[in-house]
Nanobody
């Protein structure tokens, strides 16, 4: 079965950086489009970014463009999200997901809190 395990979240000050990781198993990672999703307190789940199987094409939600970078290492079955210039509004539970939608398989999430 699909398993996705996120890590790397934490508390960071505004302007800081974090790198999230997601280790995947139970499917052919190198053939799958992968995404990051997030859910802020009291809000719905939203798509943040996606990367194609070979890593050649990426897409981002407008609010994170230029600050977040998605990448993958197919040899390690691992997805990454480098987050720079973090803002308080980036505070959320971040999930890695198989595919591009918000209704598919996803992990348990890792909490990111941006605050002084």
């Amino acid at each position: 079965q699909v398993q996705l395990v996120e890590s790397g979240g934490g508390l960071v000050q505004p302007g800081g950086s974090l790198r999230l990781s997601c280790v995947a198993s139970g499917f052919t990672f190198s053939s799958a489009i992968m995404s990051w999703l997030r859910q802020a307190p009291g809000q719905g789940l939203e798509w943040v970014s996606m990367v194609t199987p070979g890593g050649n094409t990426t897409r981002y939600q407008d609010s994170v463009k230029g600050r977040f970078t998605i990448s993958r290492d197919n040899g390690k079955n691992t997805l990454y999200l480098q987050m720079n210039s973090l803002k308080p509004e980036d505070t959320a539970m971040y999930f890695c997901a198989k595919g591009v939608g918000i209704t598919g398989d996803r992990g348990q999430g890792t909490q990111v809190t941006v605050s002084l």
